[in-house]
Structures are given as structure tokens and as C-alpha cells.
């Protein structure tokens, strides 16, 4: 694994994957009034448990954009992706809401950078009645970068579970990361750190490893179907 940019070029067929742990230094993210805590010490928590997952496989190139708490700006993030050209970017989060809001989202860019909730997807993917939205999908699956990506973020959103009690999109400021062209990208929301549940498993290890193997076990799948036999 590697920290804030591809050390060596590769050598060798391998499937990269960029963990950028969101926030950061004097970044703090939201703040959790429930556990006293901010937000970028659980998505750097999650981000190093994601990126030592995915290291396990040899053949997975991991780049972390941060591997402690030191502030990085977007352009800065950007510039990371853009020295690996990665196959996958996962960008870790977490919201804050009203007490009672609570789970996890996946977002996806298309290249109008527009963002997709995947589980809104997947629940119209069976009944495409929604004209703006099979628009957006017929869009995603046109483009080979994005439409490989779809899977991994429905098995990602199945695997850490769905949101209760509020939807709608990200911060814009999260999802201008994912504006890299041709790099498919994921924004996850791992929980709120306004919900005394979510709280738990956000700033807890057992539950930062719950996330981490949720995000970490549809990576290392694709990436085991995509590379070849050694
Ligand atoms: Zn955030």
C-alpha cells in the first residue's frame, strides 16, 4: 500500500483501488454531539480498515489519499487519482441529520457529475417508472467506466444497509472528488454521527471493521473476477 500517490509505476496486471479517507486536519467533518467525536477520525478508522482488507489480496494495488489526520484539499485528492488512474475510487463519509435519521448510502457519479443514490437505483432497476431516473440509467450504461462500477455499489449498499429517515444527496463538496473523467467513483456515506446507533458502530473498531468488510468484500470480488488466473 501506498500513501498519497502511485510510488512505483506498475509493472505488473493489477487491479488499483484509491481509499480516500474524507476530511482531515483542520477539515474536521461533521461533528457528533452523541459521542463527542469528529467525523474525520471515523472515516480515516474505516478508510485504513478498507485499504488493509483490500491489501490482502496481492494483486490489489492500494492508495490511500491520507493515512492520518492531516488536511488535504480536493485538488490535492484529484491529483492523487489522477497519478494512479485507479479502477476504483471508494471515498469514505459520514452525514449528520436529525437524532432519528440513521444507515449508510452509496452515491455514484455519472459523467455529467450527476449523483446517483444506488439504493433509489436498485429499487427502480425492476420497475423503471421514474423518466428522470431510467434517463440517468441508460446514461450510466452506455459508459463502460461508470456501468462496471453499478454492481460493486448495489452489493456495497445491500452489504452495510440502507438509510432511514432521510435521502438526498451529499455535500457537493464530497462529490467534486469523485469528478476525475473516466475514474468510476463511489461517495459512501458509512452512517450518521448524529444517531446514537450509528454513532456506535462509526466510532467503535467492531463497528469500523463491520463497515470496512462491507465496502472491502464487493471490491475484492470484482477485482478477483477481473484479473486473471496466476
Ligand atoms: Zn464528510
Do not use: W
Not at 483542520?26 to 478508522?45: C, N, P
Request: charged share 25%.
Amino acid at each position: 500500500m501506498s500513501i498519497g500517490d502511485c510510488a512505483e509505476p506498475l509493472t505488473r496486471p493489477a487491479f488499483t483501488v484509491v481509499v480516500d479517507a474524507g476530511h482531515g486536519g483542520r477539515d474536521g467533518g461533521a461533528y457528533s454531539f452523541v459521542v463527542g467525536r469528529v467525523e474525520k477520525e471515523a472515516t480515516l478508522a474505516i478508510a485504513k480498515r478498507v485499504a488493509r482488507k483490500l491489501g490482502s489480496n496481492k494483486q490489489i494495488v492500494v492508495i490511500m489519499t491520507r493515512d492520518d489526520d492531516r488536511y488535504l484539499s480536493l485538488i490535492a485528492r484529484q491529483r492523487i487519482i489522477k497519478s494512479c488512474e485507479p479502477n476504483l475510487v471508494v471515498s469514505i463519509h459520514a452525514d449528520s441529520g436529525p437524532p432519528a435519521a440513521r444507515g449508510a448510502a452509496v452515491f455514484l457519479l455519472n459523467e455529467q457529475g450527476q449523483a446517483i443514490v444506488v439504493d433509489r437505483l436498485m429499487s427502480r432497476t425492476q420497475d423503471s417508472t421514474d423518466d428522470e431516473l431510467s434517463f440517468i440509467l441508460a446514461d450510466i450504461q452506455q459508459r463502460q467506466s461508470i456501468n462496471y462500477v453499478v454492481p460493486i455499489a448495489s452489493r456495497i449498499q445491500l452489504a452495510i444497509g440502507s438509510r432511514v429517515g432521510r435521502g438526498g444527496v451529499p455535500r457537493s463538496a464530497n462529490l467534486a472528488l469523485l469528478k476525475v473523467p473516466g475514474t468510476p467513483s463511489l461517495l459512501i456515506e458509512c452512517g450518521f454521527v448524529s444517531n446514537e446507533f450509528d454513532a456506535i458502530d462509526l466510532f467503535t473498531p467492531e463497528g469500523q471493521d463491520r463497515i470496512a468488510g462491507a465496502i472491502s468484500a464487493p471490491i475484492l470480488d470484482a477485482a478477483r473476477r477481473s484479473m486473471p488466473k496466476s
